[in-house]
């Protein structure tokens, strides 16, 4: 097909998706509590629900969808009180307390994990926070020491590096999607596919950790003993209080956050999908073009393989300070758009029909590897330069929507090859195992990328440690465990036998990654503590694994236990909280 005709086709797929808006299930629109401020003068059609008692009639509350990213969290009539400053939410946070309410920060809504709202219960007592509207100031510190940048909550991760990369400014990780707010993606240690090349420092200011790792301060409702009120209490990185601050899965609301930033840098970044995945995936020690054979060279790898097919596209960043001849300089960031605007009006109707499709997976996973194979020389994207966020940033909202299983695997550098060839031979043999008896759990890609761990060296004020509940947070009886390797498969929401799958997937990790070799932990982003019916259900799962992933080997200030401590000694109240925080950190 001609650059024309791919992007003739492309543009056809967006009006057609257009043309249907509205087919199948709608939110519905924000319609205003009657006598709120919202409602007040508007003359149009107010909410017929009943408006929760002496709630702050000068705060705007409407009745308003919800519906995560993967659409397997939605309700269509939710009480949402859009906050105009901080100062809104405590006043929102004590009137929850006083009438027996609970209080759920609003972000982009992109997510899996039930830390907001949790599916299939009664949302008639929650009042969700809009934090996007108002809270999303951005101010740049450019000559601080360090150099730094105070975002409000609902500020997205997007627009607070283009804040920063005005002056110069910039972090080495980044999630692939930019349109995340700040403090959801804070809330549970986001990262990015940046990992040092062999001996590489980071930049002063930066971190190749989590997004939590570079945190200074942080503005949080907390209970207030002495007042007996919610109040707005500023916390330093200093602080020992901070640490189950960081990463808080939801059990407190962050008002606004300042972290630090370093120089800005130029990145590289190259495609290759011509190496086989038994190649790239081979055990350790094998020649070739292998997955650590990247990392030896760039360090920031992500492969994407999806099922049945013989070659993952792969994907290398680079430090490069002048732009290579072969390079096409890039001046925004997502620019593989043949993966961002898949339309919703496919990817939807298609996870529901593979109950009785499940034999069209190979050809689905040749699809989606031949759009990637077409899309690259058509658009011209095999070989990008620009600005770090206009290379990192890769993916939109409006990309396939998937659920996703996995985790990360904590390991020394050297143990890079043989735990991505463990992990991928199992996940092979099991899919052929799986087709052979006519079953397609699997339709969407398997993914890995790598990052460093919470690296307090790498924060450039006084720290009271690491970020208790990151995924990342090192173990301090393994210092040598310095690598952390993302793996997660993905498949369509629907789709018969994925929540089985990816529970074998989990628990086969949790059991390879043991002992002096590696450990495992839990994405929060993602799915975990699968049962046949879903993640997020299985007791021993909450009640003991992924307490003891944040147990072992880590001093007793900073464990699962007194971070669960912490955040309920800010919170004795549980307005922040949902039914599923009630059973994980009860």
């Not at 269509?76 to 906050?83: E, F, K, P, V």
């Not at 108002?134 to 409000?152: D, M």
């Not at 400014?169 to 995340?180: F, K, S, Y």
């Not at 990262?191 to 200074?216: C, D, M, R, V, W």
Request: with cysteine.
């Amino acid at each position: 097909m001609s650059r024309r005709g791919f992007l003739g086709r492309a543009a056809g797929a967006a009006a057609g998706a257009a043309a249907l808006t509205g087919m199948g299930w709608t939110p519905a629109f924000a319609l205003p509590a009657a006598g709120s401020s919202g409602s007040t003068g508007s003359g149009g059609p107010v909410s017929n629900l009943p408006v929760p008692p002496a709630f702050p009639d000068d705060i705007p509350l409407a009745q308003q969808a919800y519906v995560n990213w993967a659409k397997d969290i939605a309700f269509d009539a939710a009480w949402t009180a859009t906050a105009r400053t901080p100062d809104d939410v405590v006043r929102i946070a004590n009137w929850a307390k006083d009438n027996g309410y609970r209080v759920r920060a609003k972000g982009t809504m992109h997510g899996w994990s039930p830390f907001t709202v949790v599916p299939g219960e009664s949302v008639e007592k929650v009042v969700l926070v809009d934090t996007m509207t108002n809270l999303n100031s951005v101010t740049v510190n450019a000559s601080g020491t360090p150099a730094s940048v105070t975002a409000g909550a609902g500020a997205t991760i997007e627009e607070v590096l283009t804040a920063l990369e005005k002056v110069g400014l910039g972090w080495a990780n980044a999630p692939a999607i930019g349109e995340l707010s700040i403090a959801g993606a804070l809330a549970i240690g986001a990262h990015g596919a940046t990992y040092p090349a062999p001996g590489e420092k980071a930049t002063p200011g930066q971190s190749f950790g989590s997004l939590s790792n570079l945190i200074l301060a942080m503005t949080v409702v907390v209970w207030d003993d002495a007042a007996g009120r919610y109040v707005l209490r500023e916390f330093t990185r200093k602080q020992p209080e901070i640490t189950a601050l960081l990463t808080h899965l939801g059990r407190t609301f962050v008002a606004s956050v300042t972290l630090q930033a370093g120089a800005n840098a130029r990145v590289r970044c190259e495609t290759f999908l011509d190496v086989p995945w038994q190649e790239m995936f081979a055990p350790a020690g094998s020649p070739g073009r292998t997955y650590e054979s990247y990392v030896e060279k760039s360090g920031r790898v992500e492969a994407i393989w999806f099922p049945f097919t013989d070659k993952p596209w792969l994907k290398v960043w680079t430090p490069t300070p002048v732009k290579p001849a072969q390079s096409r300089e890039v001046f925004g960031p997502y620019n593989y758009f043949f993966t961002d605007a898949i339309p919703e009006y496919v990817t939807t109707p298609l996870g529901q029909v593979m109950e009785g499709m499940q034999s069209a997976t190979p050809a689905f996973g040749a699809a989606q590897l031949a759009a990637v194979q077409a899309g690259i020389p058509l658009t011209n994207t095999g070989d990008l330069w620009g600005w770090s966020k206009d290379v990192l940033f890769y993916l939109r909202h409006t990309t396939l929507r998937v659920v996703a299983g996995g985790g990360v695997v904590l390991t020394r550098r050297s143990n890079i090859q043989r735990a991505i060839n463990e992990v991928t031979t199992w996940h092979n043999n099991r899919m052929t195992e799986l087709a052979a008896q006519g079953k397609y759990p699997v339709n969407c890609a398997f993914e890995v990328r790598m990052c460093s761990v919470d690296d307090q060296s790498e924060v450039l004020v006084e720290s009271a440690g690491p970020p208790n509940l990151s995924a990342v947070r090192p173990r301090p009886d393994h210092p040598e465990w310095d690598t952390c390797i993302w793996m997660n498969v993905t498949t369509l929401p629907g789709t018969v036998g994925a929540a089985e799958y990816l529970r074998e997937l989990e628990r086969f990790m949790v059991q390879t990654f043991s002992g002096d070799y590696a450990t495992f932990r839990s994405e929060w982003a993602k799915g975990w503590a699968f049962t046949s019916a879903g993640g997020y259900r299985d007791d021993e799962w909450l009640s003991q694994i992924i307490p003891a992933a944040f147990t072992t080997g880590i001093p007793a200030s900073g464990n699962w236990a007194a971070a669960r401590a912490s955040l309920n000694a800010h919170d004795p109240h549980r307005i922040f909280a949902n039914s599923f925080h009630d059973r994980l950190l009860p």
